[in-house]
């Protein structure tokens, strides 16, 4: 069982960057073993897949809605991956959330509880 708690949303304006942490904990989980995902979903909208690391290689994929404004990264000593945003835009506006799948499976069965990043323009 892994247990998934995101922090660092908040109300920014357009432009600003924030930096989203994703705690990950598990009493007999080998985290190596797992691919880390961001996913948002703003209102009246799907979930939308942002970026992914493999906690292994630290290997990473974006999506292209992102790409060259959002980074990954983890903190292996700390079970933490973060997501640094910048240049933030109105339309990121959405609740953001981390999830966990075991690298070589599609599914992500593990989901935190959210964070909220609103921007102002």
């Known amino acids: 069982q892994v247990q998934l708690v995101e922090s660092g949303g908040g109300l920014v304006q357009a432009g600003d960057s924030l930096r989203l942490s994703c705690q990950a904990s598990?009493?007999?989980?080998?985290?190596?073993?797992?691919?880390m995902g961001w996913f948002r979903q703003a209102p009246g909208k799907e979930r939308e897949f942002l970026s992914l690391?493999?906690?292994?290689?630290?290997?990473?994929n974006y999506a292209n809605s992102v790409k060259g404004r959002f980074t990954i990264s983890r903190d292996n000593a700390k079970n933490t991956v973060f997501l640094q945003m910048t240049s933030l835009k109105p339309e990121d506006t959405a609740v953001y959330y981390c999830a966990a799948r075991v690298t070589g499976t599609f599914e992500y069965v593990y989901w935190g509880q959210g964070t909220q990043v609103t921007v102002s323009s």
């Open positions: 598990g009493r007999t989980v080998t985290f190596n073993s797992y691919t």
């Open positions: 690391i493999r906690w292994s290689t630290g290997n990473t």
